[in-house]
């Protein structure tokens, strides 16, 4: 596997998760990272990106404030925090390596997880 994230599970409304991220057999430090994720019958959704230098950070609206993403190049890994989670954060979380990020919202990866399913109850 070269992108694996961990870290999903249920929690109730309120409660926070940290996602992990770890890439194998692939290089990530070089190049931007983001998250997405997904509810069935619904397209993929942006949730967040990252610089190669873990400086600059962009968050789609419905999580701003509420997580953060990091990354730490010399373990190959990125995470996301979330926290104060809602019954609507519910989706299946994914990471890729972007090949292209216009600093906000519009990416593209070459490489993607399996993802990790977060279960928000309220």
């Known amino acids: 596997a070269l992108l694996v994230e961990s870290g999903g599970g249920w929690v109730q409304a309120g409660g926070s998760l940290r996602l992990t991220c770890a890439a194998s057999?692939?290089?990530?430090?070089?190049?931007?990272m983001g998250w997405f994720r997904q509810t069935p019958g619904k397209e993929r959704e942006f949730v967040a990106a990252?610089?190669?230098?873990?400086?600059?950070?962009y968050y789609a609206d419905s999580v701003k404030g509420r997580y953060i993403v990091s990354r730490d190049n010399a373990k190959n890994t990125v995470y996301l925090q979330l926290n104060n989670l809602r019954p609507e954060d519910t989706a299946n979380y994914y990471c890729a390596r972007l090949v292209f990020w216009d600093g906000k919202n519009r990416t593209r990866g070459d490489y993607w997880g399996q993802g990790t399913q977060v279960t928000v109850s309220s």
């Open positions: 990252v610089s190669v230098s873990g400086g600059i950070k």
């Open positions: 057999d692939l290089t990530i430090g070089s190049q931007a």
